[in-house]
């Protein structure tokens, strides 16, 4: 197995490409392929990761064929298969099979359902292609792949203006944490000749260390663009316009975490320069608080899970950026949010489902009677995400707040104290949102009839609740165990400022009192339309001005431009253009009338002519 | 009598010939100012032919002959076409070949 796995791409791809060729002959029996093709992935990537557990040295490098043969520029296509690449594949195809069976219920009555399950192949392929290349064309390669997915499946519904709109605006934001990554790569084959993983790791030693921390701080930006951390955040919530299990695969479980790969995958670079390291956890800091206090202020199911999903990528963030043991905690908090995160959404969708697409959490409410599987599924990733034992997310999100608390200096106060605050945040607004869903007096607009989604619905988020309730032991006991070549010895450990027993009491406390807050407030339900509300509720309800601010300081200036470059090309080039052309046409407008149609002025013409000629000759002749 | 003379002749019947094609309206006349124009030429040839006492310019005379001849059978043709559709023998009847 473990020399086939091009077969791992090849097979979603195959069969994504198949779909978006064959059109509507493919229209009874292509969801069905489109759940096989991923699901065939699994159970490859699974043998796969048994075989390669059974080795001793845990890695398998295979380049298939040169990809780019170029002088000095030697690019393989080479697939590599360790430990981080293994759970990334388990999880991509795993939680990614589960979402494409879900989705073959959800989009049963869409006309293009077709084309959205080539989308979601081709979007596998690129994903996979992402996490298993061995250098960083590969990862390139399947970044672009996936962002073209993406964008694709938000703009899938693309006669709605705001899908559509919704869709560029994340194509654009990638472009600009694409950027980054794309001189990184150039900045890496510049000074080291190679993007091979192992060569480029081998080399850093050489680097200066301000080249090591332009490097990572590109780097960082195609991470930030990717995963909608600061300042590149604005795209992911919007993207929530897409179909559902799209925010459930994409924009939760997988795609978003590419970033987190990228940084965990180049740890030897991070973990070279701690300026930049600080620079990582800021970024992660920054952000969960950013996700937890608008999350707190939205009103759109969907989007408040948008906001917890970057939230909580935040916290991977934070957690790469620690280095050292951190990086695999930040990968098991990034397994298990694939887990609870995909359920939710998954939940969600199938709220939306009962509720004719009814997304206004105000306009829920009891929905626990009507929905029993949902409600209890989504229970499960409420508890995870918030942090209770034994679900995973305490699992794994404790360990990254009491690692923050390990920085050895001041700033273990400020970053454990941020992730040990969002904490808390999360648990209010996850529990506002959950007890205005599924609690309280019924809300909902007039004529809603909410029922149970199908099984085939139901089955997937009884599986995705259930990884979400065991995840937490497995990945804190054996997938810890199973990463420990990825961590490489970065900053010496400190001890924490307080005791490791003080942070998880801090951590619990937090999240229970955030809980209850929200179930004191929101027991009776919440009123239906906006209420005035004090400057940060109301700055929060608009993304902080987040948006807003890339308004006036990035897009107005850039339009302005454009405007001055159109007048400049409109009045200066083509004004140029256009008046030698008028120039000539005017002038031979006007030397056309000579012609007269008459023959004597012509003969008149003529004899002057000659007259003229011989007068010259006769000139320099006699003269 | 200098061959001189011959020239000057050949000068006035080459003057009226031009003037004529430039004033008359009428192509028949037109035309037969054109073969004026040519003769004049003619009598020029002969006449430098025996000044130079060469036999060139009788040659070249020959030859305008024959081109002036050929000339007259597709004129005539021409302007009897044109007087068919146009009911007119006038060459300014005919102009629409303009800007």
Redesign the interface.
């Known amino acids: 197995m473990l020399s086939l796995l091009w077969l791992l791409i090849a097979i979603p791809l195959a069969s994504g490409l198949l779909l978006l060729v064959l059109g509507r002959r493919a229209d009874k029996w292509g969801p069905w392929l489109g759940v096989l093709a991923p699901s065939a992935s699994f159970v490859m990537g699974l043998i796969a990761f048994f075989q390669l557990a059974d080795r001793s040295d845990k890695v398998v490098e295979q380049n298939l064929y040169s990809f780019i043969p170029v002088g000095d520029l030697q690019v393989d296509f080479g697939v590599m298969f360790d430990p981080l690449s293994a759970v990334f594949v388990l999880l991509i195809t795993g939680v990614g099979s589960l979402i494409h069976l879900y989705a073959v219920g959800y989009m049963a009555d869409d006309e293009k359902r077709r084309a959205f399950f080539g989308y979601f192949n081709i979007f596998i392929a690129a994903m996979l292609l992402l996490v298993l290349g061995n250098n960083y064309v590969m990862l390139y390669l399947g970044w672009e792949g996936v962002g073209l997915a993406s964008y694709l499946l938000i703009a899938f519904w693309y006669n709605r203006p705001a899908a559509a709109t919704a869709g560029k605006k994340a194509f654009i934001m990638n472009r600009v944490g694409d950027v980054g990554l794309v001189l990184a790569i150039f900045l890496i084959f510049a000074k080291l000749g190679t993007v091979n993983y192992v060569q480029v790791f081998a080399g850093v030693g050489t680097l200066t260390s301000g080249t090591i921390l332009v490097l990572g701080l590109l780097l960082l930006l195609g991470a930030c663009g990717k995963s909608g951390q600061f300042p590149l955040q604005a795209w992911l919530p919007d993207a929530m316009e897409g179909p559902t299990p799209v925010s459930a695969l994409i924009h939760a479980a997988t795609m978003v975490t590419a970033g987190v790969y990228l940084i965990a995958r180049s740890n030897p670079i991070f973990s070279a320069n701690t300026t930049l390291q600080t620079v990582v956890v800021s970024v992660g800091a920054l952000t969960l608080l950013l996700g937890c206090v608008i999350g707190a202020a939205k009103d759109d199911i969907k989007r408040v899970l948008a906001w917890s999903t970057v939230s909580q990528i935040g916290y991977m963030f934070l957690g790469v950026g620690l280095g050292g043991g951190a990086y695999a905690l930040a990968i098991i908090h990034l397994l298990a949010h694939g887990f609870f995160k995909a359920n939710m959404f998954l939940g969600a969708g199938s709220v939306m489902h009962g509720m004719q697409d009814q997304v206004d959490i105000r306009r829920f409410g009891s929905l626990s009677k009507y929905m029993r599987i949902t409600w209890l599924t989504f229970m499960m990733g409420w508890l995870a995400i918030i942090g209770i034992p034994p679900l995973s997310g305490y699992f794994t999100k404790e360990p990254i707040i009491a690692a923050a608390f390990e920085r050895g200096d001041w700033t273990s106060w400020l970053f454990g104290g941020a992730a040990l605050l969002g904490a808390g945040l999360t648990a209010f607004y996850m529990t506002r949102l959950f007890v205005l869903t599924f609690h309280g007096a019924k809300r909902w607009t007039d004529g809603q009839h909410p029922h149970e989604s199908p099984p085939i619905m139901t089955i997937p988020l009884i599986l995705l609740a259930l990884g979400s309730i065991v995840a937490g032991w497995l990945m804190s006991t054996s997938v810890l165990e199973w990463l420990e070549p990825v961590p490489l010895p970065g900053g010496e450990a400190h001890a924490p400022v307080m005791p490791h027993w003080l942070i998880t009491t801090f951590g619990l406390v937090l999240s229970v009192l955030g809980a209850l807050v929200a179930v004191a407030l929101f027991r009776r339900g919440t009123a239906l339309a906006p209420q005035p509300a004090g400057p940060v509720v109301t700055a929060a309800r608009n993304n902080l001005y987040t948006d807003a601010f890339n308004e006036v300081v990035f897009e107005k200036p850039g339009s302005w431009l454009t405007r001055a470059l159109v007048y400049v090309d409109s009045k200066g080039v083509d004004g140029l253009v256009n008046g030698l052309a008028a120039l000539v046409g005017g002038g031979s407008g006007r030397l ?9 002025s012509y ?2 013409s003529m ?1 002057a002519g000659g007259v003229l000629v011989l007068g010259a000759l006769l000139a320099v002749r006699f003269g | 009598m200098t061959p001189m003379w011959y020239i000057v002749l050949a000068a006035v019947l080459f003057t009226i010939g031009a003037v004529g094609v430039l004033i008359r309206r009428n192509a028949i006349v037109l035309f037969m100012c054109i073969e004026l124009m040519l003769n004049a030429s003619n009598l020029a040839l002969v006449t430098f032919s025996r000044i130079n006492g060469g036999l060139d310019g009788q040659i070249m005379a020959f030859f305008a002959m024959v081109v002036a001849a050929a000339e007259v059978v597709i004129g005539l043709a021409i302007i009897m076409l044109i007087f068919r559709t146009r009911r007119s023998a006038s060459v300014d009847d005919a102009n629409l070949l303009k800007y």
């Open positions: 056309r009338r000579l012609q007269t149609g008459f023959v004597r003969a008149l004899l």
